[in-house]
C-alpha cells in the first residue's frame, strides 16, 4: 500500500503563490499516476490536476489551468503542485490521491492523503 502526506498548505492574499508537497511511502510510488482534489466546505470533492507515472503528461481542470503546475520526483517519492495567483475561490482542503488513470472521478483513486488546508484571502 502507499501512505500519503500533504504539506504546504496555508493562509495567504489574492495573487500570492504557495507549493504543496505531498510525500508518499512505498516503493511502488512511481507505478501509480497522482492527481490533486480539493474540497471547500459544502461542496463536492473536484479534481485539479492529474499526472501521468512518468511525469510527461499533465491534465488540468480548466478553472487552474495557467495558474497551477503539477510535477513530480519518483526518485524523492514526492508530487508538487505549485499554485500561482491564487483567488479566494481556490480555499479548499488539498488532497493528493494515487490511482491507475487520470480521471476526474474521485472514487477511481485508490490512495489519499489526509489534505492540507489552502485558505486566500480576498
Known amino acids: 500500500q502507499v501512505q500519503l502526506v500533504e504539506s504546504g498548505g496555508g493562509l495567504v492574499q489574492a495573487g500570492a503563490s504557495l507549493r504543496l508537497s505531498c510525500a508518499a511511502s512505498?516503493?511502488?510510488?512511481?507505478?501509480?499516476?497522482m492527481g490533486w482534489f480539493r474540497q471547500a466546505p459544502g461542496k463536492e470533492r473536484e479534481f485539479v490536476v492529474g499526472i501521468s507515472w512518468s511525469g510527461s503528461f499533465a491534465y488540468y481542470a480548466d478553472s487552474v489551468k495557467g495558474r497551477f503546475t503539477i510535477s513530480r520526483d519518483n526518485a524523492k517519492n514526492t508530487v508538487y503542485l505549485q499554485m500561482n495567483s491564487l483567488k479566494p475561490e481556490d480555499t479548499a482542503v488539498y488532497y493528493c490521491?494515487?490511482?491507475?488513470?487520470?480521471?476526474?472521478?474521485?472514487?477511481?483513486?485508490?490512495?489519499w492523503g489526509q489534505g492540507t488546508q489552502v485558505t486566500v484571502s480576498s
Open positions: 490521491a494515487a490511482g491507475t488513470q487520470i480521471v476526474v472521478d474521485h472514487s477511481r483513486y485508490d490512495y
Open positions: 512505498g516503493r511502488t510510488f512511481s507505478s501509480y499516476v
